[in-house]
């Protein structure tokens, strides 16, 4: 564990591991109709707000309407992409065994495909959480988000990259599946990035096609509306997906790891060490919805495969076994968990930039404290 | 048309806009609504389906995979059609027999009703009647197995086929526990009744009134002409009797089985040794069971299944098991479900499994 962690002795790091799948265990095994109306009834809403936001551009001449078909198209991609399919590919609701709502058919309203989204978040991220050089996620290759990441000059760079990326977050996101550093080293062959790449070029022509294309030609002498609506459904999208995201691992006093600490760990460890690598976000039943329960990283990091609606119901219970094994249980609200990851840009943009002055608390004493 | 459909409803296709309309609207799926619900003989129910335009018809005695949504969660069967290839009012018709624990034939018997929407696969099966058909046909079934050879009695007599007794001639043998467990008893009496190149033979294995009594025997069987083809389906023990006979005495009429698979066994509660057997069907390995993981053993096996995290989270592994039981490893949960998607790094198989692999 890295010397900024509660040290639990392994007894300790064991006996939360198994309290923790007992209570994976009680969920699952209570899963069943409520959870599965649940979903399909998301899914419902989604359909609705998707039918109604394209069909309001086909008026887009007045501006009102413009307005409400941008927002209904929004949030129809917000719910596809965060409580529908973010949640679907981890096979949240396999156990339904419908094709609509499985992890292995469904393809999200974004241009990355299925497939290689699950290789690199799936398993890449969630199985490798915040271990530096092995998490992929920490900054995307692209920022400086903890300072075990070796400064350099292009690092001053380092809010203004994150303000673009969050601009063109399903593009990033996208090429981030490609494991550029991975074929730059010569570990992935090219023959691997040239089909990885026409997956990307066909899921992205698609979608491309629709939302830039078919749909404009279909308003006709109103494309260009159509066009600047759904160019700004997709933005808004993607400056959600982004901000949500990145306050699930990078606001201060999140952990990270080094190999060596990650090495051999035991299934308690990895318990742990999801806990100590994420960040809530607090906030109404709504704002949970649209995060795609994604404020509830935590739950989330330490239950991957469960029915995401479920983490909100075991949150309490989560937080309190925290506090009993004196783990801290990191959670604030969006505004403060956004600043915080924007004031890590800015600091990290420099050398150094490690936990210093008033970034010495430790987890352990803000769990007490909150 | 189509592919426009498919470019505007993309990336999640057309079927999952125009449901939201009309649950039975599909442009490939079948989707039937249950019309009427019959308890038509002890510890059977007989379903009247109405498939949508996707269907495309079958051959008497093929079978189809039927989903229901139970609770939410979806669950698949296959199950005979009983109807006529003429089904002249476009209902399907499937009698399905109660197991003990069985999820579906329970909801079924007792929960399902009309109006209920259930999606079907294409017909599939090559246990069926050929165009040319011989002189005698023979007919053996036991309990449930009775539907796919009901569909080709009724398609036969639909046909003429066995209108008079100078025409082709079908014997129909039936083994039940009694009188009342026999389905469609009443239209058989009828049918025999109307076409006298029919032969009924029911043999009751628990109970008295059939021209037979007892389980399958030798004996049991009519005398079959030069120009004769015997169907049989049934539960194992009734099939095997048959074939085992057919293969000893050389008997040179064709003969076609179908065999249900038996319902998965009582489980113990508890992990004692390993036992049963893993089968890789795509690669067709068998392997004793070891009670690793089913990644494990496949690996031991010599293949190379996919895999990421090894810990049961990124689904990497995620493979069909299309039967047997497995556990997860971490919570003990037992997975039951005939063909459903598992995570082979973290299950142990418990008895005879098979996975896609
Ligand atoms: S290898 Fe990751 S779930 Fe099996």
């Known amino acids: ?370 | 048309m189509v592919p426009l459909l498919e470019a505007v409803t993309a990336p999640h296709g057309p079927d999952r806009y125009l449901e939201m309309l009309n649950p039975m609207w599909s442009l490939r799926e079948v989707r039937a609504k249950i019309i009427d619900v019959r308890q038509t003989a002890r510890g059977s129910v007989t379903l009247a389906l109405r498939p949508n335009g996707n269907w495309r018809g079958f051959r008497a005695g093929q079978h189809v995979a039927f989903t229901i949504e139970i609770d939410g969660v979806r669950r698949t069967r296959c199950y005979s059609l009983a109807c006529s290839v003429y089904c002249p009012d476009g209902l399907l018709e499937l009698t399905v027999a109660a197991e003990p624990e069985g999820v579906v034939s329970g909801h079924l018997h007792s929960d399902a009703g009309p109006g209920a929407m259930v999606r079907l696969s294409q017909a599939q099966g090559g246990f069926t009647l050929p165009d040319d058909r011989p002189e005698h046909i023979l007919l053996i079934s036991g309990g449930s197995g009775i539907t796919p050879v009901m569909s080709m009695l009724r398609t036969l007599c639909d046909d003429g086929f066995c209108a008079t007794d100078r025409a082709g001639r079908v014997t129909f043998l039936h083994y039940a526990r009694s009188a009342d467990h026999v389905a469609y008893r009443d239209e058989l009496a009828v049918l025999a009744a109307e076409h006298p190149g029919l032969r009924l033979l029911r043999a009751y294995t628990r109970g008295s009134g059939g021209e037979l009594a007892g389980r399958f025997e030798p004996t049991h069987l009519p005398s079959l002409g030069s120009d004769a083809a015997a169907w049989v389906c049934g539960p194992a023990g009734l099939v095997d009797a048959v074939r085992a006979l057919w293969d000893c005495t050389g008997i040179s009429v064709p003969l076609q089985t179908e065999q249900f698979t038996a319902p998965a066994a009582a489980l113990p509660a508890d992990d004692g040794e390993p036992y049963g057997e893993v089968r890789f069907t795509h690669s067709g390995r068998r392997v004793a069971n070891t009670g690793a993981t089913l990644l494990e053993q496949a690996e031991t096996a010599g293949m190379n299944p996919q895999f990421g995290c090894r810990m049961g989270i990124c689904l990497t592994c995620t493979s069909r098991k299309t039967t047997g039981s497995v556990r997860h490893l971490h919570t003990g949960e037992l997975s039951t479900e005939p063909d459903s998607e598992i995570q082979i790094c973290s299950t142990v198989p418990v008895g005879d499994v098979a996975v896609d692999l």
């Open chain 1, 1 to 370: 564990m890295p010397p900024n962690a509660p040290a639990l002795t392994p007894e300790q790091c064991e006996a939360f591991g198994a309290e923790m799948d007992a209570l994976r265990q009680r969920i699952v095994s209570d899963l069943g109709a409520e959870d599965a109306e649940y979903i399909r009834q998301v899914v419902r809403v989604q359909r609705a707000l998707e039918v109604t936001g394209r069909g309001l551009l086909f008026a887009g001449f007045l501006p009102p309407v413009w307005l409400g078909g941008v927002a209904a198209l929004s949030l129809s991609k917000i719910l596809d992409n965060m409580e529908i399919g973010h949640n679907v590919l981890h096979g949240q609701y396999d156990w339904l065994r419908d094709e609509a709502l499985n992890s292995q058919t469904f393809e999200m309203d974004i241009v990355a495909p299925a497939e290689l989204w699950k290789r690199s978040h799936n398993f890449g991220h969630h199985t490798y959480t915040n271990i530096v050089g092995k998490d992929r996620d920490i900054g995307y290759w692209i920022l400086r988000l903890t300072p075990e990441q070796r400064w350099s000059p292009y690092y001053l760079g380092n809010p203004v990259y994150a303000a673009l990326l969050s601009v063109i977050f399903q593009w990033g996101v996208m090429l981030h599946d490609l494991e550029a550093e991975r074929v730059l080293s010569g570990e992935k062959g090219w023959d691997e990035v040239s089909s990885d790449a026409k997956k990307m070029a066909a899921k992205s022509l698609r979608q491309v096609g629709k939302d830039y294309v078919l749909f404009p030609a279909l308003t006709g002498p109103l494309a260009p509306l159509t066009f600047a609506g759904n160019a700004s459904a997709n933005l808004i999208r993607n400056l959600w997906g982004f901000s949500i995201i990145f306050c699930g691992h990078f606001p201060d006093d999140v952990v990270t790891f080094t190999e060596e600490e990650a090495a051999n760990e035991s299934r308690g460890q990895w318990y742990v060490r999801q806990l100590l690598g994420s960040a809530n976000i607090t906030g109404s039943k709504l704002f949970h919805l649209l995060s795609g329960n994604l404020s509830h990283q935590i739950e989330h990091h330490l239950f991957p495969d469960i029915p995401a609606r479920r983490y909100s119901q075991i949150a309490e219970e989560v937080r309190d076994t925290c506090r009993r094994y004196g783990l801290p249980y990191n959670t604030g609200p969006l505004h403060r968990q956004l600043g915080s990851v924007a004031r890590k840009l800015v600091r990290l943009a420099l050398p150094g930039g490690g936990p210093g002055g008033k970034h010495t608390e430790t987890p352990a004493t803000k769990n007490q404290a909150a």
